[in-house]
Each structure stands twice: as C-alpha cells, then as structure tokens.
C-alpha cells in the first residue's frame, strides 16, 4: 500500500511559516499531487484568479494542482478526507501556539499511520526575535525548536551575520540533529528541501534517523 506523505510545518507567530507555504503554492507542481492544510484559509491570501473552486469553501483547489483545506475541529477527518481523495503529500501548518507533537500524535492515535508516512518536520525560527523569544517564553520555544528535522533560519536578512552565527549555534546546541537552512522574507526552494536538496549556505548535512532523503517534487 503507497502511503500519503506528511510533513508538519511549524512557527511561533510571526516566524513566516505561512509565507513560506505561499511561496510554495506559487511554484509550479509536477509530478506530485500536494494538498495543504491550514488553520485560517484567508491567512494564506489564495486570490480569485488562482482559485477553481469558491474562495470560502472548506476545500479550495488551485490551478496549479495543489488542494488547500482548513483544519477543522475534526482534525483526523481532515487527514483521512485527503487520503481518500488520492493526494501524495500533505503539508500541515501548525497554529503558532499549538505544540507540534500534538499533530503527528493524530496520526498514532486515530490509527492514520496506515494511511500515512511521517516525513520530516520543519520549523520556521525567526532569527531576528529568537534571542527575545527565547527568554520569553524559554520551554515552549524551545519544544518547537527541538521539534524540528529541518530548522528554516527566516528573516535572516534583519540580523547581523556574527549575531546570525550566534543564533545558528544556539539553534545547534539546543537541537543537534537538525538541518539548518537560511532564507529571507520565507523564500526559499521548498520543493527542493522535501527532496532532501541542500544549497551551498546549508551549515551542517541532515544528521539523524529523523531525517529521510524523498525524490517526490519537481518543478516546472
């Protein structure tokens, strides 16, 4: 049986995750039927002339194949409802609040391991607030970082590059078997990263039995 592969992506507010995910639903997808799914469909700016179905519907399915869907109170209905409609990939945005491991427990609890194959968990760190976040908010920001297979450095173009390098070897120190990635305003190729394709400024190779190689996504 060919499972739907997941991948949760997460952020504490602000972070630029759902940037990112916009970014991505721009690229042209081939090869791969990709669905999102998200907790507020406006957060994503889908605009009328890239939407098929109405722009309020609980499902919207853009020009490019990719399917995006809300997450309901029903969270495991969701995951199952994309399974059944025969979509390969799943990206999960998480709320900036919610604890990452909530959502991939989903999968355990319902029994939707079955239908679907855990694939690295990325998470959004912003470089330019890390340094008061942490502190902040100390064990909960640190849960999310440690969360993580692949950490995306955002904003990287709002912090010097000594206080860029502090940051990268905090984020280290606190999750070693991450793979670290730089980006600014959330650009990045995200196609590329699920496929397990690190640019020249990747700081360390993916490390870890966390972390799998997938040749699934090209683009056109």
Not at 98 to 125: H, K, M, S, W
Not at 201 to 214: Q, S
């Given at each position: 049986m060919i499972k739907?592969?997941?991948?949760?992506?997460?952020?504490?507010?602000?972070?630029?995750?759902?940037?990112?995910?916009?970014?991505?639903l721009a690229q042209a997808v081939v090869g791969e039927k990709v669905a999102v799914l998200v907790h507020d469909l406006q957060e994503m700016r889908v605009t009328d002339e890239s939407v098929?179905?109405?722009?309020?519907?609980?499902?919207?399915r853009l020009k490019n194949g990719c399917v995006v869907r809300q997450i309901s109170k029903t969270f495991s209905e969701d995951l199952s409802a994309l399974a059944a409609m025969?979509?390969?990939?799943?990206?999960?945005?998480?709320?900036?609040?919610?604890?990452?491991?909530?959502?991939?427990?989903?999968?355990?609890?319902?029994?939707?391991?079955?239908?679907?194959?855990?694939?690295?968990?990325?998470?959004?760190?912003?470089v330019s607030a890390f340094t008061r976040l942490s502190i902040k908010l100390a064990y909960q920001y640190i849960m999310h970082?440690?969360?993580?297979?692949?950490?995306?450095?955002?904003?990287?173009?709002?912090?010097?590059?000594?206080?860029l390098n502090r940051i990268a070897r905090d984020l280290k120190a606190l999750n070693p078997r991450a793979f670290q990635m730089d980006t600014a305003r959330g650009r990045l190729d995200l196609i590329g990263v699920l496929e397990g394709k690190a640019p020249p400024?990747?700081?360390?190779?993916?490390?870890?039995?966390?972390?799998?190689?997938?040749t699934v996504l090209s683009s056109g």
């Open positions: 739907t592969k997941v991948n949760l992506i997460a952020g504490f507010l602000g972070s630029g995750k759902t940037t990112v995910l916009r970014n991505f098929l179905d109405r722009p309020d519907a609980v499902t919207t025969g979509v390969d990939r799943v990206l999960i945005e998480a709320s900036g609040s919610a604890d990452p491991g909530r959502f991939l427990n989903t999968l355990l609890e319902n029994n939707l391991i079955q239908q679907y194959r855990v694939e690295p968990t990325i998470v959004v760190v912003d970082i440690k969360a993580g297979d692949i950490l995306l450095l955002n904003k990287t173009d709002q912090v010097p590059a000594d206080e400024a990747a700081k360390d190779p993916p490390a870890g039995p966390h972390f799998e190689y997938c």
